[in-house]
């Protein structure tokens, strides 16, 4: 079919772009840094942690604790300057492929939130 023709140019194109080369270059420094990796699985574990804290309801200081470990582990993680890259650019990249997706779905009239439906109540 010639739309997964046209989904695949797309694809190549995106490909092209400095967001995505962004990205791509970042990840890679990112997952070749012994220290930015580990930093980037500590905060996937504390957030997970978090979660689990919230879900089972323990007591307010320990959510609390956990609220003020994840805050340190993302001040550290602003202070590297590989992941600190890797997450501008990961939020870059995210915001274009945010734009191209609302550009497709105004192509064909479809509504989203960014293209104002606030009243039609089909997301919520």
């Known amino acids: 079919m ?4 046209k989904a695949n140019e797309l694809a190549l194109e995106i490909k092209e772009t400095k967001e995505y080369r962004e990205l791509i270059d970042s990840k ?5 840094d012994e220290e930015a990796t580990s930093l980037i699985r ?13 879900r089972e309801n323990i007591d307010k200081d320990a959510v609390a604790s956990m609220e003020n ?16 890259r890797y997450i501008i650019a990961k939020e870059v990249f995210d915001a ?25 109540g089909g997301c919520n």
């Open 42 to 54: 500590d905060m996937r574990l504390l957030q997970e942690e978090y979660i689990k804290t919230v």
């Open 69 to 84: 470990l994840l805050k340190s582990k993302h001040q550290e993680i602003l202070d590297n300057e590989i992941t600190h």
């Open 96 to 120: 274009l492929m945010k734009q191209i997706n609302k550009t497709l779905a105004d192509g064909i009239a479809l509504k989203t939130k960014e293209s104002g439906c606030e009243n039609c």
């Open 28 to 32: 890679c420094k990112l997952d070749n």
């Open 2 to 5: 010639k739309i997964f023709e």
